[in-house]
């Protein structure tokens, strides 16, 4: 089975930008998961999507959203960039319910300028 | 969020076993014991998991104490590619949204 596929793996971006990044998950796995990750925060939980429904959101401010589509295929939006928003964005796929274990992308490195 | 508290750093010997503690005396009745690595430059990679019996598969063992408050992760045979961060995190029913602490960096020396 092939794995988690992230596009792009990298992207610069400037201040004020939105930006969309995709996660194509693990064939059969209806459960996708968005982190970001920083040297200051480490990894930090995004949101969940599961059949096309967010269930679960972290505490990321509104500029963050997402979506998944019909293929269990997710993408999440970032607007109105800031330089702090600077990270590794990784998203993570996982069987049934997701409350299986998680199998992550190689992420996208988003650089903020 | 249940907390688990693992230690900054450890090191081992290449092809030496190697135990990995994590504590988590908060830990509920539905919590699964999860671990993860991350390999520089990687995304985390899931190792095992378990709720209340010890679990084996091809990369670890995972050990679990009987009041469940505390678990070892156990590589039977460091190897150089073993280097790494590892997270211990409790995962229950907040679907899909694993709490990642500062994990443990594991180095391995030849």
């Known amino acids: 089975k092939a794995g988690v596929t992230q596009t792009p793996r990298y992207l610069i971006k400037t201040r004020g930008q939105q930006v969309t990044l995709s996660c194509s998950p693990i064939s059969g796995h209806r459960s996708v998961s968005w982190y970001q990750q920083t040297p200051g925060q480490g990894l930090q939980f995004l949101f969940e999507y599961f059949s096309e429904t967010q269930r679960n959101k972290g505490n990321f401010p509104g500029r963050f959203s997402g979506r998944q589509f019909s293929n269990s295929r997710s993408e999440m939006n970032v607007s109105t960039l800031e330089l702090g928003d600077s990270a590794l964005y990784l998203c993570?796929?996982?069987?049934?319910?997701?409350?299986?274990?998680?199998?992550f992308g190689p992420g996208t490195r988003l650089t903020v300028t | 969020d249940a907390k688990t508290t693992q230690p900054n750093s450890m090191e081992s010997n290449e092809e030496e076993p190697v135990h990995l503690p994590c504590n988590h005396s908060?830990?509920?009745?539905?919590?699964?014991i999860h671990w993860y690595r991350q390999l520089p430059s990687q995304g985390p990679e899931y190792v095992i998991h378990g709720l209340t019996s010890n679990v084996n598969n091809r990369m670890a063992s995972l050990a679990i104490a009987e009041d469940r408050k505390s678990s070892t992760l156990i590589l039977h045979r460091a190897t150089l590619r073993d280097a790494a961060v590892y997270y211990c995190?409790?995962?229950?029913?907040?679907?899909?949204?694993?709490?990642f602490g500062q994990g443990t960096i594991l180095t391995v020396h030849p």
């Open positions: 993570a796929s996982s069987s049934e319910d997701g409350l299986n274990e998680q199998y």
């Open positions: 908060t830990i509920s009745g539905t919590d699964y």
């Open positions: 995190i409790l995962y229950g029913t907040s679907y899909g949204k694993l709490t």
